[in-house]
T-cell receptor
C-alpha cells in the first residue's frame, strides 16, 4: 500500500524518559513534516525536511530533535519528556514544487503520546 | 500573519445539508484544502480549490471560495452518520515550504 506510516501508534511513558517516533513514506515525496495535535485538536507544525534538509523549525523546545536519514524517512526524538508533551503527533509528506503547485499533505495515522 | 478560523461545532440531522465555514488571512494563498479526521485516525484529504476558482463540486461536496472576503465553505449534501468527524480547513503557507496552516477544526455531529 502507498502511504505514510508511523510507529508506534501508542506510546505511554514516564516523565524524564527519552523516546522516538518513526515515520516512513513510500509516495515518492520530497518533503516530510511533523505536526502536533493538542487535546483541543489544534494542529501545529513543528518541523519539515525537504530532501533531508531542515526547512521548517518552528518554536519547539530543544528536547525535540528530528532526523531524516533519507527523503523517505523522518524520525522524531524527544528527550526528557514532560507532561505537556502528551499529544498526538502526526507525520505527513508532500511534493513541494513551486508555490503555485498543488501539494496537499498526506498524513500518517498519528502517534498518541501519553506522558505520566 | 497566517491564520485560519473555523467554528468549532455543527450538528445536523441525517439527510440535511451541512455547511462548514472557514476564514483565512493570507490573501496570497494559492490553494485551500478541506481535510476530514475520524476518531483515532489521521487527516484524510477531502477536496481542495485553487484560488482562481470560486466553486468546485465533487459528488456530495461543494466548495465555495469568496476570495474578496477570504471565506471558504464546505457543503455536504445529504449528510450521513458516516460523515460525523472533525473537518479542517487549511491554507497553503507562504514561503514555498509546502506547509499547510490549519484551522481549529469543526466537529460535525450527524443525528439519525
Amino acid at each position: 500500500d502507498t502511504a505514510v506510516s508511523q510507529t508506534p501508534k501508542y506510546l505511554v511513558t514516564q516523565m524524564g524518559n527519552d523516546k522516538s517516533i518513526k515515520c516512513e513514506q513510500n509516495l515518492g515525496h520530497d518533503t516530510m513534516y511533523w505536526y502536533k495535535q493538542d487535546s483541543k485538536k489544534f494542529l501545529k507544525i513543528m518541523f519539515s525536511y525537504n530532501n533531508k534538509e531542515l526547512i521548517i523549525n518552528e518554536t519547539v523546545p530543544n528536547r525535540f530533535s528530528p532526523k531524516s536519514p533519507d527523503k523517505a524517512h523522518l524520525n522524531l526524538h524527544i528527550n526528557s519528556l514532560e507532561l505537556g508533551d502528551s499529544a498526538v503527533y502526526f507525520c505527513a509528506s508532500s511534493q513541494r514544487g513551486q508555490s503555485s503547485y498543488n501539494s496537499p499533505l498526506h498524513f500518517g495515522n498519528g502517534t498518541r503520546l501519553t506522558v505520566t | 500573519g497566517e491564520d485560519v478560523e473555523q467554528s468549532l461545532f455543527l450538528s445536523v440531522r441525517e439527510g440535511d445539508s451541512s455547511v462548514i465555514n472557514c476564514t483565512y488571512t493570507d490573501s496570497s494563498s494559492t490553494y485551500l484544502y478541506w481535510y476530514k479526521q475520524e476518531p483515532g485516525a489521521g487527516l484524510q484529504l477531502l477536496t481542495y480549490i485553487f484560488s482562481n476558482m470560486d466553486m468546485k463540486q465533487d459528488q456530495r461536496l461543494t466548495v465555495l471560495l469568496n476570495k474578496k472576503d477570504k471565506h471558504l465553505s464546505l457543503r455536504i449534501a445529504d449528510t450521513q452518520t458516516g460523515d460525523s468527524a472533525i473537518y479542517f480547513c487549511a491554507e497553503k503557507g507562504s514561503g514555498n515550504t509546502g506547509k499547510l496552516i490549519f484551522g481549529q477544526g469543526t466537529t460535525l455531529q450527524v443525528k439519525p
